[in-house]
C-alpha cells in the first residue's frame, strides 16, 4: 500500500536539482550545484555544496547568487572555480564570470571582469591559470576592444539581425550575432587575460561549446581542441582536432579526416595520446560516436596517428571522456536499453564494463581511486553517491528525502511488446501509486523526441511520469525503432522513413497493454514533444478513429517542408532522405501534415515562441489546421519559452493544461476545474 500525498507539480518543483560533481583532488569531497526553485516568485538560485566522500554532512560553500554553476576543483585542491551571476564588490554582472573561493569555505572573488561573458572553462595543472570559452567579435583585438563592442551591442536601439552565415541561431536561445566561441586565458591571482585564438581564423564549433570542446596537456603546455575546418560553420560540420602550443600560440592540426566528425577530446595522463569520439559522418549522418585514440609519433612530437578503439563495440559513447591514472582505460556514460551506465572501456582489450550502473547517470567524476556518480531513476531524482576503492557505491547527500519520504510515487516497470517488423520493442511502465490490478485505469503514452533518443530509468521535469501516474494514469514510455541504446541497426531503422515503424511500435505496446485486466479502450490518451509530437501528430492522420481518446503535441513538428524554417534544417534533409525541392513526394510522404484530412482526434497544441529547433509556426499550422477541419482542439503558447517550458509558474500552467484537457475527453472521470475559456 503506497502512503504519502499525491506527488504533485509542486512538489515537483520543490525538489533540490543537483548539477555534476567535481571531485577534490584526494578523492574526499566533491562540490555540486544544487538550485532551488521558488514558485510564487517564480525564481531560481543555484548554490554551490560540498559533499564528503568520506562520510559526514553536506555543507553549503555559497549561498546561491542568481545562479552558481558549473564547479571545479583546482589541481591543488585549494580553490574552487564556478561560474556565476552575481551582485558583488559594488559590480553586478551582466553576463555570467569566472569565480574562486577558497575550498574550505570563505569569499568568492570574481576572477575578472570579462565584458563578452564566460561560458564554460578547465583549469590549467599549475592552478594559477584557467582556460575559459566566450563569444568574442572575431575581428577585434583586446579585451577592451571587446567590451566596447559588447556595450555597445547591448544598448543598441536597432534589434534586427542581418546575417549571411548558415548556422545563425541554435537550439533555443544562441543569438551569436557575429560573434564566435574564443578559448581564452586567465590568470587567477592578476585577472590578466589573452584571447588564444585572437587575429586566427580558428573558433570552437558553434553548437553549445562546452568543457568537453577542449582539454589541457597534464603538463600545462598545450590544449587540444575540437573545431569545424569548413569555412561556412553548420550544425553537422566535421570537426578537426587541433593543438595550441601556449608559450608561442602556434596550432598545429593534428587529427582530420573530412569523412569523420570528431569530437570531446581528452590528453591521457602522460600527454601523449589523446581519447575522442569520433563518428564516420561520410558512411552515414547516423553513424555512432565510438572511442577513437590519437597518438603521437614520437614523445613530444605535433604529429601522430589515429584509430577507432570501439569498433566492434555496438553503443554510442558519450562526452565527456576521463583516463584512467594508469593510461589503460578511458571512463564514459553510454546507453544501453534504456539505461545510462559509466563504463570503463579498456584500450589494450577493447572491451567494455560496466563501473557504475544506471538509471541514468547524468554525471561523474573520479580522483584518488574515488568515483563519484550523479544519476536518477524513474522513481527518484539525481542522487550522489560515492564508491571508493574496494567499496560498494554510497549515498552521499539526502537533499530530498524529506520531501520525497511525504510523497507516494509509483512502482516503475521495464517490459518488452514485438513491435514493427518482428522486432522486441521496450516500453517502460510507471503505475500510479497503490495500483490495484483488479480496478481500471487510462493509459498515458509518453512519447519521447529525438528520435534518436530514448525513454528510460530516469527521472523527468518536463514529462514527470511520477506526477502523470499520481494523477491515475498508467503512463506508457514506447522506445520506438530509431530509439537510441538498442544498437545501431535499431537506431538507423527509420532514416528515410520517419513515422511508420515508430507508430507501428506504439500501437504494439497498446495492443498489448490493452490485453491487461486494468487496461480501459475508451481511455486511452497519447503525449510527446519535438518529434513525440510529431509521432502524436502523425498518429492523429493514421491511427483507427477513437483508438486513442485525446493527444497532447508540445513543440511537435508537424510539416517537414516548413521544418526548413529551424536550425538543424541540413541534418532532417539526411534523415528525410532528401530535401523538399529534390524529393518532394518522399519529404511529403513522412510528414505529418499531409494527413491532416485523416485529422479527428482532439488536441491540445503546446508551443513556445522563442523556439529555434521547431518554430512555433508547427504548433500554430497544426491548431489551426485542426481548427479548419472543426476537430476539438486547445492551444497553449508561450511567447517567453523556447523548446522546453523551463520556468516554474509556466510549468504549473503546462501541466494543468494537460491534465484538464486528457479529463475532458475521459469518460471515467470528470474536469478537476471549471474550465477556462
Ligand atoms: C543535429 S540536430 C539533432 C536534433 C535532435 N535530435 C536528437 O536525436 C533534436 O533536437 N530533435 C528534436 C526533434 C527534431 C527537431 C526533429 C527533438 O525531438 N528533441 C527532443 C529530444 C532531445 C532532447 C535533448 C536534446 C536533444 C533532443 C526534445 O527536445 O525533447
Known amino acids: 500500500m503506497a502512503t504519502g500525498k499525491p506527488f504533485d507539480v509542486d512538489a515537483l518543483w520543490k525538489i533540490e536539482r543537483i548539477g555534476p560533481p567535481s571531485l577534490s583532488p584526494d578523492g574526499s569531497q566533491a562540490v555540486v550545484p544544487v538550485t532551488r526553485y521558488a514558485m510564487q516568485a517564480n525564481t531560481s538560485r543555484t548554490a554551490l555544496w560540498l559533499l564528503s566522500t568520506l562520510g559526514g554532512r553536506p555543507r553549503a560553500l555559497t549561498h546561491g547568487g542568481e545562479k552558481d554553476g558549473q564547479p571545479q576543483w583546482s589541481p591543488r585542491g585549494d580553490r574552487i572555480a564556478f561560474i556565476g551571476r552575481r551582485d558583488q564588490e559594488g ?366 530509468d530516469v527521472w523527468h521535469y518536463r514529462w514527470s511520469a511520477a506526477v502523470f501516474a499520481a494523477q491515475g494514469y498508467v503512463v506508457a514510455s514506447v522506445n520506438y525503432h530509431g530509439s537510441s541504446g538498442f544498437g545501431y541497426a535499431f537506431l538507423d531503422s527509420i532514416t528515410h522513413r520517419w513515422g511508420a515503424l515508430e507508430m507501428q511500435d506504439i500501437e504494439a505496446a497498446t495492443e498489448q497493454l490493452l490485453r491487461e485486466p486494468w487496461a480501459d479502450p475508451r481511455r486511452v490518451f497519447a503525449a510527446g514533444g519535438s518529434y513525440g509530437g510529431f509521432l502524436v501528430a502523425w498518429m492523429n492522420g493514421h491511427a483507427p478513429p477513437g483508438r486513442y481518446a485525446a493527444y497532447v503535441c508540445h513543440a511537435g513538428c508537424f510539416d517537414w517542408t516548413a521544418m526548413f524554417a529551424n536550425d538543424a534544417w541540413s541534418w532532417h534533409v539526411q534523415e528525410l532522405g532528401g530535401a523538399y525541392w529534390e524529393q518532394a513526394a518522399q519529404v511529403a510522404a513522412q510528414s505529418a501534415h499531409t494527413f491532416a484530412a485523416s485529422m479527428a482526434t482532439p488536441t491540445l497544441v503546446i508551443h513556445g515562441a522563442r523556439d529555434y529547433r521547431v518554430p512555433d509556426a508547427q504548433g500554430l499550422a497544426y491548431y489551426n489546421t485542426l481548427k479548419a477541419r472543426g476537430v476539438e482542439a486547445r492551444l497553449l503558447w508561450f511567447p517567453d519559452e523556447n523548446h522546453w517550458v523551463v520556468k516554474p509558474r509556466n510549468s504549473q500552467l503546462w501541466y494543468g493544461e494537460f491534465f484538464d484537457w486528457l479529463r475532458r475527453f475521459d469518460p471515467g472521470q470528470r474536469p478537476a476545474r471549471k474550465r477556462r475559456a
Not at 581564423?201 to 562546452?210: C, F, N, Q, S, T
Not at 560516436?289 to 569498433?311: D, I, K, M, Y
Request: proline share 7%.
Open 91 to 456: 559590480e553586478r554582472d551582466g553576463t555570467p564570470q569566472l569565480y574562486v573561493i577558497p575550498a574550505d569555505g570563505g569569499e568568492a572573488r570574481r576572477v575578472a571582469t570579462v565584458a563578452t561573458g564566460v561560458e564554460a572553462f578547465r583549469w590549467l595543472p599549475d592552478g594559477r591559470r584557467i582556460a575559459f570559452i566566450s563569444w568574442v567579435w572575431p575581428a577585434l583585438r583586446g579585451p577592451k576592444a571587446q567590451a566596447r563592442a559588447h556595450k555597445q551591442h547591448h544598448e543598441r536601439k536597432e534589434t534586427g539581425y542581418a546575417t549571411s552565415e548558415t548556422l545563425y541561431r541554435y537550439w533555443d536561445d544562441q543569438l551569436p550575432m557575429g560573434r564566435v566561441p574564443h578559448l581564452h586565458l586567465v590568470d587567477v591571482d592578476t585577472g590578466r587575460l589573452r584571447d588564444l585564438f585572437e587575429g586566427t581564423p580558428y573558433e570552437l564549433r558553434r553548437a553549445a561549446p562546452d568543457a568537453t570542446t577542449f582539454d589541457i596537456a597534464p603538463d600545462g603546455e598545450r590544449i587540444v581542441f575540437a573545431y569545424d575546418p569548413a569555412p561556412d560553420k553548420r550544425v553537422d560540420g566535421r570537426c578537426a582536432l587541433a593543438e595550441l602550443v601556449l608559450a608561442t600560440g602556434r596550432i598545429d592540426l593534428i587529427a582530420r579526416d573530412a569523412d569523420w566528425g570528431f569530437a570531446a577530446p581528452r590528453y591521457s595522463p602522460d600527454g601523449e595520446r589523446i581519447a575522442f569520439v569520433a563518428s564516420h559522418q561520410e558512411r552515414k549522418h547516423t553513424m555512432p560516436a565510438q572511442l577513437a585514440v590519437w597518438e603521437r609519433s614520437r614523445p613530444g612530437a605535433r604529429t601522430g596517428r589515429w584509430a577507432v578503439e570501439s569498433a566492434e563495440w555496438d553503443h554510442e559513447v558519450q562526452a565527456p571522456l576521463h583516463w584512467e591514472d594508469d593510461g589503460q582505460a578511458v571512463l564514459f556514460a553510454a546507453e544501453q536499453r534504456g539505461r545510462r551506465h559509466l563504463w570503463r572501456f579498456d584500450l589494450p582489450d577493447r572491451r567494455a564494463e560496466v563501473v557504475c550502473e544506471g538509471g541514468w547517470v547524468h554525471g561523474f567524476d573520479k580522483a584518488a581511486g574515488t568515483t563519484v556518480t550523479l544519476a536518477d531513476a524513474a522513481t527518484h531524482p539525481a542522487r550522489v553517491h560515492a564508491c571508493l576503492p574496494g567499496q560498494a557505491p554510497r549515498r552521499i547527500e539526502r537533499f530530498n528525502d524529506s520531501l520525497l519520504n511525504a510523497h507516494a510515487i509509483g512502482r516503475s516497470e521495464e517490459t518488452w511488446c514485438t513491435g514493427a517488423q518482428g522486432d522486441k520493442v521496450q516500453v517502460w511502465l510507471m503505475y500510479p501509486p497503490g495500483f490495484d490490478p483488479a480496478r481500471k485505469y487510462p493509459l498515458l503514452h509518453v512519447i519521447h523526441g529525438g528520435p534518436h533518443t530514448a525513454a528510460g
